[in-house]
């Protein structure tokens, strides 16, 4: 790979990768891959632990940004407007006084359906999403609240990406999106025979007896390989770190997307507290400001974004020590990934939210 490191501080880039490096040798990860991007070119990609170059990890809520991406493409193509009625392109959806949610409530958290359910084996047949879709009900009327949809938005989106283009959505990416940038890793719907291997399993951290559960629900729930073969889109994405911070490079350099699609991505639309647990995504001590389906740090930095970076800034940070990020000023995108979960899923000890408050401003601050 060519050498250009010298675009970033070598002695932050130093410091950013032995701080990351230093929780799998010395601390609880069983691995990590970080990677740094910037021009449309990758700039430093490292693996730590038990892993190769070529392992992919499950995205979890990283992912997000790469779904807002596809649909960020169809909206800069016309093929989808903010403003229209998720009922209007997929009537199933419309019973129990659903008609009147917009796409664009959907894609920001506000659509009044944050826990609606679609487990196994419903997930697995499109009938039955669709008759799931139907019996869906609102805890709150669409607009009135910023609640994390964590599954049941990405559902949706799913399923509109495919009425509107004829391809289901994992097909529309590797088709339309990852293939034509050759970013091969990134994947929707492993097949369970092609897991072991290709895709680091999920270990947990903090596991001090074999009669140890792992709570069944948030991240461990993607440690079942039939789930993750089923692909929930929005956090059963694989993909190596480096195909995800050129991911982030694309947006900007590719030309895949129309002039001001992305923009019109990434423009905040509010910034609010999240409501809701904190396990769920609510709380915290800062705002979230919210684009279409990917966070923004806006004037707050919430939902574990950098503070050291510019106020355009978008991405999303991922259970439990995941984070994936486009500084559009700075140029700079960057991907740090790991198969590390304490058993309750997420790490909101002090210790967790330092390393990934550390590792998030460290990266966003190796360029100037």
């Known amino acids: 790979m060519p050498d250009h490191t010298d675009e970033l501080d070598p002695q932050r880039l130093d410091t950013l990768l032995r701080r990351i490096r230093r929780e ?29 170059p070529d392992t992919r990890y499950v995205l979890q809520s990283v992912g997000r940004s790469i779904v807002a991406g596809v649909v960020w493409k169809l ?11 998720v009922a209007a392109i997929i009537p199933e959806f419309a019973p129990n006084g659903k008609e009147t949610v917009t796409v664009e409530q959907v894609l920001t958290h506000t659509a009044g359906f944050p826990f ?61 999106v990852a293939g034509p940038l050759g970013l091969s890793s990134i994947e929707l719907g492993v097949p369970v025979d092609r897991q072991p ?18 709570d069944p629900w948030g991240p461990w729930y993607l440690s079942d390989p039939r789930v993750l073969a089923a692909g929930e889109p929005s956090h059963a994405l694989v993909a190596t ?71 355009a800034l978008f991405g999303s940070a991922g259970a439990a020590y995941q984070l994936g990020f486009m500084d559009p000023e700075s140029g700079l995108s960057f991907a740090c990934l790991s198969n590390g979960y304490p058993l309750a899923g997420y790490d909101h000890s002090p210790r967790g939210t330092a390393l990934l408050a550390d590792i998030a401003n460290l990266a966003a601050g190796l360029v100037g």
């Open 24 to 52: 799998v040798e010395h601390g609880p990860l069983p691995s990590a891959q970080v990677a740094v991007a910037r021009g449309g070119r990758l700039l430093a990609f490292e693996t730590y632990g038990d892993a190769g």
């Open 75 to 85: 909206i800069g193509e016309g093929l989808l407007a903010v403003g229209e009625q």
């Open 116 to 176: 609606a359910p679609l487990g196994l084996p419903k997930m697995l047949d499109r009938e039955q999403r669709l008759a799931a879709f139907g019996r869906w009900r609102l805890d709150y009327p669409p607009g009135s609240r910023f609640q994390y949809h964590l599954t049941s938005a990405a559902w949706l989106i799913a399923e509109i990406v495919e009425r509107r283009t004829g391809l289901t959505f994992a097909d529309y990416l590797h088709e339309k």
């Open 197 to 214: 291997g290709t895709v680091a399993p999920m270990l947990a951290t903090d596991r001090t007896s074999d009669d140890q559960e792992a």
């Open 241 to 311: 770190a480096a195909d995800v911070a050129l991911y982030f490079q694309a947006l900007e350099h590719s030309g895949l997307w129309k002039p001001g699609a992305v923009a019109e991505g990434t423009r905040i639309r509010f910034t609010e507290q999240p409501y809701g647990e904190q396990i769920y995504g609510g709380g915290g001590n800062r705002r979230t400001s919210m684009g279409l389906f990917v966070t923004v740090a806006g004037p707050d930095a919430g939902s574990n974004l950098p503070s050291t970076g510019s106020p």
